[in-house]
T-cell receptor
Framework: KQEVTQIPAALSVPEGENLVLNCSFT??????LQWFRQDPGKGLTSLLL?????REQTSGRLNASLDKSSGRSTLYIAASQPGDSATYLC??????????FGKGTTLSVSS | GAVVSQHPSWVICKSGTSVKIECRSL??????MFWYRQFPKQSLMLMAT?????????EQGVEKDKFLINHASLTLSTLTVTSAHPEDSSFYIC????????????????FGEGSRLTVL
């Protein structure tokens, strides 16, 4: 059974810092890995999707990497801003199946 | 990207009543949809896989008679919480798998906005 773990559970940083969120999964036979953002009381916003054949994806200040063989992914946020404060969720699936989510990392960026 | 819509966004009901939540894929056909539940400060937990034209597949520990899922068309799945109780209060989110093409990645899942259920 696939399990997804995210470290750290919570993170507080001052504005401007670069930071890394970690995600690991137990079954390396994944199809896609997605990173989401969730604001309190809201739904999910998809940030980046990495297919199993890919190593990384970038969108603006966000960069996600995937090491499928070791079961790890990182989300790098450059020059963090208070507006980046949210919970970041990592999720993986196999072909045609549901995404399995980690418990998330709650990020707080202070101005 | 593809759009998945949920309705209602939030609902408050009395204990013992039934509540229906709709999940629609607006610009693509989805043979498979997924229903998740999220309790406060918890992650999303998969409840069931909804397959068009066939019975849903429920995850272990999810009561199929409590959470009725109907996927009658390729664009609509419904989740009905029957005889709701306060412990059913949660955030319910649906997801649909879009087809590849048109800028979409094969196997990419798109999520609805979520429906917050409060049972008094």
């Amino acid at each position: 059974k696939q399990e997804v773990t995210q470290i750290p559970a919570a993170l507080s940083v001052p504005e401007g810092e670069n930071l890394v969120l970690n995600c690991s999964f137990t079954d390396s036979a994944i199809y896609n890995l997605q990173w989401f953002r969730q604001d309190p009381g809201k739904g999910l916003t998809s940030l980046l999707l990495i297919q199993s054949s890919q190593r990384e994806q970038t969108s603006g200040r966000l960069n996600a990497s995937l090491d499928k063989s070791s079961g790890r992914s990182t989300l790098y946020i450059a020059a963090s801003q208070p507006g980046d404060s949210a919970t970041y969720l990592c999720a993986v699936n196999q072909a045609g199946t549901a995404l399995i989510f980690g418990k998330g990392t709650t990020l707080s960026v202070s101005s | 990207g593809a759009v998945v819509s949920q309705h209602p966004s939030w609902v408050i009901c009395k204990s013992g009543t039934s509540v229906k939540i709709e999940c629609r894929s607006l610009d693509f056909q989805a043979t498979t949809m997924f229903w998740y539940r999220q309790f406060p400060k918890q992650s999303l937990m998969l409840m069931a896989t909804s397959n068009e034209g066939s019975k849903a597949t429920y995850e272990q520990g999810v009561e199929k008679d409590k959470f009725l899922i109907n996927h009658a068309s390729l664009t609509l799945s419904t989740l009905t919480v029957t005889s709701a109780h306060p412990e059913d209060s949660s955030f319910y989110i649906c997801s649909a798998q879009g087809p590849a093409g048109g800028g979409r990645v094969a196997g990419e899942l798109f999520f609805g906005e979520g429906s917050r259920l409060t049972v008094l």
